[in-house]
């Protein structure tokens, strides 16, 4: 249900996530949440490992949302264990200590889009369509949805989850639901692009740039600055500013 490889990347190396359940749009079942999660946090391991892409397998979706099977099966006791197995998923998304940039075409529903928020970059192909349809299943939508506000605005996100329509890519971006919208057949050269971008910066500096933004989404605007400034200090424990600023201002010298 969920493939991962390891793939050489411009010199370095970048682990490709796949929801591998094309004939069922890729739902979330509680199975594939939680193997998500447990392979997202094994690549958390990694030290090589410089970013994550999340994809989906198939023509169709990205993921197209929850087992319907077992939304229809739950209980109040099992329908708790059900969606922290796809907090969990999502969390491990957020808590991974390299980027994870979605890469999203056709449909990406509910607990798909939750996923999706949850990574740090959103590429969509032009036919991808997103929705939160949970109110039209009678029950809301929770966990990770509550990223959408800092995505979208409070305003379009209450329209997301309290119609349940669905939007297109074009919308999408827009809105800022995602940072990027190109042509399907254009949609790998879109990610690479971006993994070029991210692996041209410094590995150690990358992660603590990941810290960062996590921070700063989560705490008060003083707390972020602390932990900005202990990130900066901490940055000149490893060789990486004293080697790049070098690099740069020879390469400066030789331009005059």
């Given amino acids: 249900m969920i493939s991962v490889a390891l793939d050489p990347h411009g010199g370095a190396l970048v682990a490709r996530v796949t929801l591998d359940n094309p004939a069922k749009l890729n739902i979330l079942t509680a199975e594939a949440a939680a193997q998500l999660a447990a392979d997202m946090r094994a690549l958390d391991q990694d030290p090589r490992i410089r970013a994550v ?10 993921a197209g949302g929850a087992d319907l099977d077992a939304l229809g099966s739950l209980n109040p006791a099992t329908a708790r264990v059900f969606i922290g197995r796809i907090h969990d998923a999502c969390a491990a998304m957020r808590e991974c200590p390299v980027p994870v940039i979605a890469r999203i075409h ?27 349809p949970e109110v039209r299943l009678g029950i809301p939508s929770v966990v ?38 190109v042509p399907l057949a ?40 602390r932990a900005s400034i202990d990130e900066f200090s901490r940055a000149y424990d490893s060789d990486e500013p004293g080697r790049r600023i070098a690099a ?4 400066r010298k030789k331009e005059k």
Wanted: aromatic letters at 6%.
């Fill in 248 to 251: 740069l201002r020879a390469a």
């Fill in 106 to 132: 056709g449909w990406c529903l509910g607990a798909g889009l939750e996923l999706a928020a949850s990574c740090d970059l959103r590429i969509a192909a032009d036919n991808a369509m997103f929705g939160m």
């Fill in 144 to 181: 990770e949805a509550a990223l959408l506000p800092r995505l979208v605005g409070a305003g379009r996100a209450r329209w997301m989850v309290l119609t349940g329509e669905n939007i297109p890519a074009a919308e999408a971006l827009a809105w800022g639901l995602v940072e990027k919208v």
């Fill in 186 to 225: 254009q949609l790998d050269g879109a990610v690479n692009a971006a993994l070029d971008a991210i692996i041209a910066g410094e590995p150690k500096a990358i992660r603590a740039q990941k810290r960062l933004c996590k921070t700063w989404e989560e705490t008060t605007l003083a707390e972020s600055v």
């Fill in 53 to 62: 892409v999340l994809s989906g397998a198939g023509p169709k979706a990205f």
